[in-house]
């Protein structure tokens, strides 16, 4: 059996007038994510773990933030071709841990919903995401609510 592991992380600003989307889902709030897709950090950092796992180089090799193609793409979109990617080298999902640092709104409402659409993309069981959040305690441009990250690590088996 061959296990490899990657590791993902991303950040994006938060600004007014983003829509707010985590775990591909969209998230009430006042302020969104900006980027050139619909910038869901979550989403991102999983592609990342994933992609960097396989030595296939990151998100924005695959996925150029200056392609007119991407722009405002739904990061979904992104995912289903990155594992579309590793299913192609023969790996598959063993699991993976996520954390997103962000200070409001509260994740931790949205964790299970997010779960069942990011283990329904990667054709897992849903207690094969884990996913967790923190804030940054009002410290930095993460707990001044100026930005959002989000890491993952990933383990693939083929």
């Known amino acids: 059996?061959?296990?490899?592991?990657g590791f993902g992380v991303d950040v994006h600003?938060?600004?007014?007038?983003?829509?707010?989307?985590?775990?591909?889902?969209?998230?009430e709030s006042d302020l969104g994510a900006v980027g050139h897709s619909d910038a869901d950090v979550l989403?991102?950092?999983?592609?990342?773990?994933?992609?960097g796992a396989l030595n296939l180089r990151d998100i924005g090799?695959?996925?150029?933030?200056?392609?007119?193609q991407y722009?405002?793409?739904?990061?979904?979109?992104?995912?289903k071709n990155v594992f579309q990617l590793i299913r192609e080298k023969g790996y598959r999902i063993s699991n993976?841990?996520?954390t997103v640092i962000l200070e409001k709104p509260k994740v931790n409402?949205?964790?299970?919903?997010?779960q069942k659409v990011i283990a329904n993309l990667l054709e897992?069981?849903?207690?094969?995401?884990s996913l967790k959040a923190t804030t940054h305690e009002k410290v930095d441009s993460f707990g001044e609510r100026r930005a959002i990250k989000a890491y993952c690590t990933a383990l693939l088996i083929k």
Request: charged content about 25%; glycine content about 4%; proline content about 5%.
């Open 1 to 5: 059996m061959d296990i490899r592991v």
């Open 61 to 68: 090799y695959h996925f150029s933030d200056t392609d007119p």
């Open 96 to 98: 993976m841990d996520c």
């Open 71 to 79: 722009k405002g793409i739904d990061s979904k979109i992104l995912l």
């Open 124 to 129: 897992v069981e849903e207690d094969r995401i």
């Open 13 to 27: 600003q938060l600004a007014e007038n983003y829509p707010l989307w985590l775990g591909g889902i969209q998230l």
């Open 109 to 114: 409402p949205h964790i299970e919903k997010m």
């Open 43 to 51: 989403l991102h950092a999983i592609c990342d773990a994933m992609l």
